[in-house]
């Protein structure tokens, strides 16, 4: 394994959960996550790669739950790695905020160059002026430093159980804070959770998401090992 000689965190780290499911179709998952608010912390609300087009009632009654029970809902809001024009992310940013009283927002496909730091961060400014309390970006790698000046949580890993085994974590990740990073890591065979919830401790990452699902969308129901079962 190739890895930095980090000091195991005193903390336990909660569940960062992409919920890419329907509610319609899997509502006795939606209610298994606001039933835990102890295991999981945060929940990635995706109507439609976004807020969709339209306030839709059957995500807004999905979230409510969530934030009665403490749990932090955060929009998704692709960047497309700086591509995506600028008004477009604006738009999706106000509409989550507005339509489903998200707190916070989820930046995905954020670039991890040096160069694009300035850019996102003006995009997590604006989420802030408008109302976000957490701000997250999902670079699925690790980012040039300073961006972890402009987000709350960083998302610095997303990938398989083998690619996640073989992980080169910056030295510069030392400093960071608890809670700043988190980890998504999918085909993670059964017998492993718990091998891959201690890495994650390890690396510091304060939030983690285990599935042993993959495919092109691992994410499109709960993993079948129980979060009981690898944190703490």
Known sequence: ??????????????????????????????????????????????????????RDGVWLEAVEPLLSAGIDVVGYVDTGYGRRPRHE?????????????????????????????????SLARHARDLGARLVVF??????????????????????????YVDLSVPVWTRRLPER????????????HFADAALLARSRRAGYVYLTDRDGPNPYDRLPAVPPTAWLG
């Open 138 to 163: 999902n670079h699925g790698a690790y980012p040039a430093e300073g961006y972890a000046e402009h987000a709350d949580i960083l998302g610095t890993f997303e990938g398989s159980w083998g690619a």
């Open 180 to 191: 700043k990073a988190y980890h998504v890591v999918h085909s993670v065979p059964l017998g």
């Open 1 to 54: 394994m190739n890895d930095l000689t980090l000091a195991p965190a005193d903390f336990e780290p909660k569940m960062l959960v992409p919920a890419y499911f329907h509610p319609v179709e899997r509502p006795q998952l939606w209610a298994a996550m606001a039933d835990n608010p102890d295991k999981v912390g945060i929940v990635i609300l995706n109507v439609a790669n976004g807020p969709g087009h339209e």
């Open 89 to 121: 992310v604006v738009a999706d940013i106000g509409c989550h905020l507005l339509w489903y009283q998200v707190t916070g927002i989820l930046f995905d496909q954020v670039a991890t160059a040096p160069e694009h730091v300035e850019t996102v961060g």
